[in-house]
């Protein structure tokens, strides 16, 4: 069974300015809530990231510049720069934010500029909208990984939620809860750090296991039992 893992990184504000005394990031900023909507849509993930920084400190401060490195891993852990397309942000009120990308030798980094200040205890709203090429591996069985955000301010509450069509199966996606919509499937994660789905075209319950895993077990043992008949058989009748 192969997989595709695709990493999302949050990396500190390398801009922010404190409009009094220099203090540390971490003791100044977190981010109250952190939501991600995910949706798998004609071999692509559409990302749309609703981001809320919260001043914690006693003085004002102007964010500057949020980055997000975003690069993919598979399961031979080779890393790879996804293609990224569409990329747009705005905060609550829908004015546009400068957004942008560059590209290295093996990730791809996302900046956002935000020149808002905020008044201590304060929060401003970002959002981020992108989507990612994706072309799933795997023979029955596709599985997504989203490892644990890297971030050097803390997040307060994380909440995030991916869409399948509905002619798949979720087969394994542990800590979530999945349920059923429409026209597809959703499988909705809150406070976890690594989550996983796996998902396939073979009508199949959702398990606390792997679901290829016991798909290749079962028709393993369907397939022995007759061979061990046969096997059996034939040494009774040497007998």
Known sequence: MRSKTISLILVLILSMIVLTNFVTATNIIAIS???NYIKLENN??????HISLKNTGKNTIIPGELHFKLYEISDKDVKTIPKISNLASTDKYDNDLSARIVTRTDDAEVIISAWQPIMPQFEYSIILKYEMEFKPRGILFH???FPDEETTIPIQ???TSIE?????????APNATVTKEDNYKKVEWKNINEKTIEYTLIPFPNTKVHGATLFWVSLIILLTIPLAGIIISELKSRK
Do not use: R
């Not at 692509?44 to 990231?49: D, G, P, Q, S």
């Open 157 to 159: 509450s994380s909440f």
């Open 143 to 145: 599985n997504i990984d």
């Open 44 to 49: 692509k993930l559409i990302f749309e990231k």
């Open 164 to 172: 399948i069509p509905k002619k798949y199966s979720v087969s394994y």
């Open 33 to 35: 809530s952190y939501e």
